[in-house]
């Protein structure tokens, strides 16, 4: 069974610009969740979907981010315009039941740097 | 609120020795605790959860984890350490309260030859 992707692993923009992260949750995980890690910090949860719609978004640090899930399926999280405090490791996880024991699992994350 | 301490950032150990990473959790209603662990460039992996059973959690790998509600710990142990348990561990905790899940900072462990 493959697991959690995103892409790209990397990605290094200059400030300003937009970038645009993907991940794709293991099949028939109705549950996909984005967390940040910034250097040096907690990891920290940025929002929570349910199948397509949005279940908590109460992490998600300003309106230059924008996370959507359409269908359902693989979510995408754009910056935009990117500012330098937003580099830092993105991760991704997607669970079957959502419930507060239900395990994630985690894709390897996107680090992005912003200069 | 919820919260989660890991009381070490980095711990070093001789490869054969136990291992022991300290979590301190707070939280308003019963939590569920987890430990995660990250290889380099890999996702996070969950190693063990607690979920208010047993409080000796086993995990995979010969870890395992002791719920303490008086002490509000979460303490990961292994035996004897190998080679391959080098990598950064991570402590969560989960409850109704605040129906986050919220991570430590993370201890990177080192083991040595």
Redesign the interface.
């Known amino acids: 069974e493959a697991g959690v992707t995103q892409f790209p692993s990397h990605s290094v923009i200059e400030k300003g610009q937009t970038v645009t992260l993907r991940c794709d949750p293991i099949s028939g995980h109705d549950n996909l969740y984005w967390y940040r890690r910034v250097m040096g910090k907690e990891i920290k949860f940025l929002l929570h979907f349910v199948k397509e719609s949005k279940q908590d978004e109460s992490g998600m640090p300003n309106n230059r981010f924008l996370a959507e899930r359409t269908g359902g399926t693989y979510s995408t999280l754009k910056v935009q315009p990117a500012e330098l405090e937003d580099s830092g490791v993105y991760f991704c996880a997607s669970s079957q039941d959502g419930g507060l024991i239900d395990t994630q699992y985690f894709g390897p994350g996107t680090r992005l740097t912003v200069l | 609120a919820q919260s989660v301490t890991q009381l070490d950032s980095h711990v070093s150990v001789s490869e054969g020795t136990p291992v022991l990473l300290r979590c301190n959790y707070s939280s308003s209603y019963s939590p ?1 605790l987890f430990w ?1 662990v990250q290889h380099p ?6 190693l063990l ?1 607690y ?1 208010s059973a047993a409080t000796l959690v086993k995990g995979i790998n010969g870890f395992e984890a002791e719920f303490k509600k008086s002490e509000t710990s979460f303490h990961l142990t292994k035996p004897s350490a190998h080679m391959s348990d080098a990598a950064e561990y ?1 402590c969560v905790v ?3 309260g605040g ?8 201890t990177r462990l080192f083991v040595k030859a």
């Open positions: 569920s995660y460039n890999k996702g996070l992996q969950l959860k979920t991570f989960s409850d109704y129906f986050k899940t919220i991570f430590g900072a993370g």
